[in-house]
């Protein structure tokens, strides 16, 4: 762990790794979810709108290979990055056959600087011979499934119209991990419904996960959602940057201290952000959280054991 940074970064973790600077290329492969097409429900996620998060040059017309090398090119201008691991990014990104999936993994991992893949899905899309492709790729490539957990409670699951429950969520984990695989989850903290205790919850429990990543996303209401309409009708609480930065370190403090932490903070294109402002600037964010660690004299997993021994009494 970095002294300065007092938790686990994911940038320090690839420059270990892989002995130079690596970064993702986000792409769009044109998948769709099972609650936006009726298999499990309709509408999507209640907070989700994929343009809030898509680069422009990652649209699923067109072709990965291209999207890919776009991708590159920009990031080599923009921060000299010198190898790259592919991001299936909006949506289910395992939500089709295995045939169809292969076809597009595969002409990501063609371009000679792509080291890896990391492909965003639910926990209720990872068939075992979807894991067992997986494991295949990471005895050559660094392969990484990202889950949306989101929540530990199922009432803001179902709130949020996720479609499946938090056990899904343990099982898919589990089963993935079993294969060797790197594991992320994703967590949501600031849904209007859950205390502050039930957020904290929410650390704690997934910590038991056996995870490699994860990422921290503040609640933010982007346009063109169920969750803005929520927000216009009857406007709910979204944290203040003081209230962020205090509940990251607080979840920093109770993550296990394994984990490698990817993100601290949602973010939105300027168009699209309702609410709010204040996390389109993550230099900021990052900042104010790391001073705060230090003003706590603080770290990553303090409270880890300690929160383990309460949760297992």
Same mark, same amino acid.
């Given at each position: 762990?970095?002294?300065?940074?007092?938790?686990?970064?994911?940038?320090?973790?690839?420059?270990?790794?892989?002995?130079?600077?690596?970064?993702?290329?986000?792409?769009?492969?044109?998948?769709?979810?099972?609650?936006?097409?009726?298999?499990?429900?309709?509408?999507?996620?209640?907070?989700?709108?994929?343009?809030?998060?898509?680069?422009?040059?990652?649209?699923?017309?067109?072709?990965?290979?291209?999207?890919?090398?776009?991708?590159?090119?920009?990031?080599?201008?923009?921060?000299?990055?010198?190898?790259?691991?592919?991001?299936?990014?909006?949506?289910?990104?395992?939500?089709?056959?295995?045939?169809?999936?292969?076809?597009?993994?595969?002409?990501?991992?063609?371009?000679?600087?792509?080291?890896?893949?990391?492909?965003?899905?639910?926990?209720?899309?990872?068939?075992?011979?979807?894991?067992?492709?997986?494991?295949?790729?990471?005895?050559?490539?660094?392969?990484?499934?990202?889950?949306?957990?989101?929540?530990?409670?199922?009432?803001?699951?179902?709130?949020?119209?996720?479609?499946?429950?938090?056990?899904?969520?343990?099982?898919?984990?589990?089963?993935?991990?079993?294969?060797? /695989? *790197? #594991?992320?989850? &994703?967590?949501? =903290?600031?849904?209007?419904? !859950?205390?502050?205790?039930?957020?904290?919850? $929410?650390? %704690?429990?997934?910590?038991?996960?056996?995870?490699?990543?994860?990422?921290?996303?503040? /609640? *933010? #209401?982007?346009? &063109?959602?169920? =969750?803005?309409?929520?927000? !216009?009708?009857?406007?709910?609480?979204?944290? $203040?940057? %003081?209230?962020?930065?205090?509940?990251?370190?607080?979840?920093?403090?109770?993550?296990?201290?394994?984990?490698?932490?990817?993100?601290?903070?949602?973010?939105?294109?300027?168009?699209?952000?309702?609410?709010?402002?204040?996390?389109?600037?993550?230099?900021?964010?990052?900042?104010?959280?790391?001073?705060?660690?230090?003003?706590?004299?603080?770290?990553?997993?303090?409270?880890?054991?300690?929160?383990?021994?309460?949760?297992?009494?």
């Amino acid at each position: 762990m970095n002294p300065e940074m007092r938790y686990n970064a994911y940038g320090a973790f690839l420059r270990r790794k892989f002995g130079t600077r690596v970064h993702k290329v986000p792409v769009h492969a044109g998948f769709t979810c099972p609650n936006r097409d009726g298999t499990v429900a309709y509408g999507g996620c209640t907070y989700c709108n994929i343009d809030s998060f898509t680069p422009e040059a990652a649209r699923a017309r067109v072709p990965i290979r291209e999207q890919v090398q776009t991708g590159i090119d920009y990031l080599k201008r923009r921060v000299s990055a010198s190898a790259f691991i592919v991001y299936f990014q909006p949506y289910t990104n395992t939500y089709a056959p295995l045939e169809r999936l292969r076809e597009l993994y595969e002409e990501a991992l063609a371009h000679p600087e792509v080291v890896g893949l990391s492909v965003g899905t639910r926990p209720d899309c990872v068939e075992e011979d979807k894991l067992a492709y997986f494991q295949a790729l990471s005895r050559q490539y660094f392969v990484t499934i990202e889950f949306g957990i989101e929540s530990v409670h199922d009432e803001t699951l179902r709130r949020i119209n996720r479609g499946h429950d938090y056990a899904c969520t343990v099982d898919a984990v589990q089963r993935t991990a079993a294969r060797g /695989l *790197h #594991v992320c989850g &994703h967590l949501i =903290l600031g849904f209007p419904n !859950e205390t502050r205790a039930q957020m904290l919850q $929410t650390v %704690e429990e997934v910590s038991k996960l056996p995870l490699t990543f994860v990422k921290l996303h503040n /609640l *933010h #209401v982007v346009r &063109h959602t169920e =969750l803005a309409r929520q927000y !216009e009708q009857n406007p709910f609480h979204v944290f $203040t940057f %003081e209230e962020w930065v205090a509940l990251a370190c607080d979840s920093l403090e109770r993550l296990n201290p394994d984990f490698v932490v990817e993100r601290l903070y949602g973010d939105a294109p300027r168009r699209l952000l309702i609410a709010p402002q204040w996390c389109r600037d993550g230099a900021k964010i990052i900042r104010a959280i790391q001073e705060e660690m230090v003003r706590r004299d603080t770290y990553q997993g303090r409270l880890f054991r300690e929160t383990l021994e309460v949760v297992t009494a």
